[in-house]
T-cell receptor, first 114, second 114 residues
Framework: DVKVTQSSRYLVKRTGEKVFLECVQD?????MFWYRQDPGLGLRLIYF???????EKGDIPEGYSVSREKKERFSLILESASTNQTSMYLC?????????????FGEGSWLTVV | AQSVTQLDSQVPVFEEAPVELRCNYSSSVSVYLFWYVQYPNQGLQLLLKYLSGSTLVKGINGFEAEFNKSQTSFHLRKPSVHISDTAEYFCAVSERTGANNLFFGTGTRLTVIP
């Protein structure tokens, strides 16, 4: 089975802190994604990556950056956390670069910024 | 640009009754269509997907969906629901060509009443 692992399930951070959310997948997938989930808004794409060291902005990249130094790992970085970034963050990965194959999700990271 | 509309934010239904969760999309190009389910405190799990071929797609847990190109719809159905089907359901769409990411609806919370 595909495994997408988000290292932190629950985090509480202070305003202004730098926050790292880590995601690892074990199926050699080229594509990796970070989504944010908020009630009534569904999932919104923050960033995605087609390959190592490659990244593309999604719908809501402001206030976030990402890093993909290894194929299996995709990190989401909040340079200076703010209260409006309190949310559930979901990492995902998929196999193909062109077209779409099934996207597999991690269990999510609940971030609270106080 | 893609957009996905889930018309019902909440759907209560009695156990063993049928259910339909509605999904409409807009796109100027051919698309792939997906339904994901999210149980409490978990990530998203793929229920079913339409890539090509038969417009009636069967998924896990007894769910099925029908792709209707003329109505740009992909409604999810189950003839008899169980308590364990209580969850949030997300419809998603992706372009057949171009960026390899999903656009999600805002979700429908299905509550099965004993």
């Amino acid at each position: 089975d595909v495994k997408v692992t988000q290292s932190s399930r629950y985090l509480v951070k202070r305003t202004g802190e730098k926050v790292f959310l880590e995601c690892v997948q074990d199926m050699d997938h080229e594509n990796m994604f970070w989504y944010r989930q908020d009630p009534g808004l569904g999932l919104r794409l923050i960033y995605f990556s087609y390959d190592v060291k490659m990244k593309e902005k999604g719908d809501i990249p402001e206030g976030y950056s990402v890093s993909r130094e290894k194929k299996e790992r995709f990190s989401l970085i909040l340079e200076s956390a703010s209260t409006n970034q309190t949310s559930m963050y979901l990492c995902a990965s998929s196999l193909r670069r062109q077209g779409v194959d099934t996207i597999y999700f991690g269990e999510g990271s609940w971030l609270t910024v106080v | 640009a893609q957009s996905v509309t889930q018309l019902d934010s909440q759907v209560p239904v009695f156990e063993e009754a049928p259910v339909e969760l509605r999904c409409n999309y807009s796109s100027s190009v051919s698309v792939y269509l997906f339904w994901y389910v999210q149980y409490p405190n978990q990530g998203l799990q793929l229920l079913l997907k339409y890539l090509s071929g038969s417009t009636l797609v069967k998924g896990i847990n007894g769910f099925e969906a029908e792709f209707n190109k003329s109505q740009t719809s992909f409604h999810l159905r189950k003839p008899s629901v169980h308590i364990s089907d209580t969850a949030e359901y997300f419809c998603a769409v992706s372009e057949r060509t171009g960026a390899n990411n999903l656009f999600f609806g805002t979700g429908t919370r299905l509550t099965v009443i004993p």
